[in-house]
Every structure is written in C-alpha cells, then in structure tokens.
C-alpha cells in the first residue's frame, strides 16, 4: 500500500471537486442570477466577497489541486518518462494538467484582480449615487465583463481537466 499515493489522491480529488464544483455553480448559477438582480446583484458579490470564505477558499483549493496534481503526475509518469507521457493514457493526463494549469493561472493572475478592482469600482459607484460619473458605470460594466469571461475559461480549462483526470486511466 503506497500511503502518499493515497493522501495525494485524496487530496487532489477533494480540492479540485470543490474548485471545478464552484466554477461550476458560479458560472451555471450565481453568475446569472446576479446579473438578473441588476444594482442589486453587485451588493449580492460585495457581500458574498466580504462575509464568506470564497476569496480565501478558491484560491486554496487550487493550490492544493495544482501541488498534488504536480506531484501524483511526476509519480505516475514514472518521472516525466517519455514513454508514458507518449501513450494515451499520458497524453490524456497531460492534457488535463495543462488544462488544470491554465485555470489556475487565469484565476490567480486575471479572475482575482479583476473581482479586487471591481468591489472597489462598485463601492465607488454605490458611494456616488444618486448621481455616478459616467466613467464609473463604465468602468463596473468593463470588469464585470472581464471577470465573466475569465470565469467562463476558467471554468471551460476545469471541465477539461477534470475530464482529463477521469478518463486517463481508461485510455
């Protein structure tokens, strides 16, 4: 029984089922639903942002996805032997952890600067009501429409890397 193969797994399985679950329930329903609300949707991610554990978690459960995902794949591959990273099942792996690679990039250098710039932009905005400078809104609609891309291809690079991590060893 190999006993750091099984902490690993459990590792990475558990931190990367939360962050692909809520990428997914981000994308699929929180995100949505804000940006049904209107107004009122920005002072719902202000205080989810402010009263949760969300900016702290995501970025956790990535890091940890990411370190024992590095290490099972340098295990497996019996390490980076070229043989296996040739075979299906390796190129499968790969694929994944290239996919889970850039989701972690696009989240720590894009998705949270972006959602740091725009609480302070809607909390300029909020402040400034009854009558917002015009470069305010645009500034809120701006970043609200890069932090949804960013999401929308982080969540994209987790699926796939999910999917590459669940077939691989079928391959």
Same mark, same amino acid.
């Given at each position: 029984? =190999?006993?750091?193969?099984?902490?690993?797994?459990? *590792? +990475?399985?558990?931190?990367?089922?939360?962050? *692909?679950? !809520?990428?997914?329930?981000?994308? /699929?329903?929180?995100? &949505?639903?804000?940006?049904? /609300?209107?107004?009122?949707?920005?002072?719902?991610?202000?205080?989810?942002?402010?009263? !949760?554990?969300? #900016?702290?978690?995501? &970025?956790?459960?990535?890091?940890?996805?990411?370190?024992?995902?590095?290490?099972?794949?340098?295990? @497996?591959?019996?390490?980076?032997?070229? =043989?296996?990273?040739?075979?299906?099942?390796?190129?499968?792996?790969?694929?994944? #952890?290239?996919?889970?690679?850039?989701?972690?990039?696009?989240?720590?250098?894009?998705?949270?600067?972006?959602?740091?710039?725009? =609480? *302070?932009?809607? +909390?300029?905005?909020? #402040?400034?009501?009854? +009558?917002?400078? &015009?470069? /305010?809104?645009?500034? *809120?609609?701006? /970043?609200?429409?890069?932090?949804?891309?960013?999401?929308?291809? !982080?969540? @994209?690079?987790? @699926?796939?890397?999910?999917?590459?991590? #669940?077939?691989?060893?079928?391959?």
């Amino acid at each position: 029984m =190999d006993e750091t193969m099984i902490i690993l797994r459990l *590792v +990475h399985i558990f931190s990367g089922s939360f962050w *692909v679950g !809520t990428d997914l329930l981000m994308m /699929l329903v929180i995100v &949505p639903a804000v940006a049904a /609300l209107g107004p009122t949707g920005g002072a719902f991610m202000q205080g989810m942002q402010k009263h !949760t554990r969300y #900016a702290q978690l995501m &970025p956790l459960a990535s890091l940890l996805t990411i370190l024992s995902g590095l290490w099972l794949y340098t295990r @497996v591959s019996d390490g980076f032997n070229r =043989d296996w990273m040739e075979s299906t099942a390796g190129l499968t792996l790969t694929i994944g #952890a290239i996919a889970g690679l850039l989701a972690f990039f696009d989240g720590m250098l894009l998705i949270g600067p972006t959602m740091k710039r725009l =609480d *302070v932009a809607q +909390h300029n905005l909020m #402040a400034s009501n009854p +009558h917002p400078r &015009p470069e /305010l809104v645009a500034e *809120v609609q701006r /970043l609200k429409a890069r932090s949804t891309f960013a999401m929308q291809s !982080t969540t @994209v690079l987790s @699926v796939i890397s999910l999917a590459g991590m #669940a077939i691989a060893r079928y391959m």
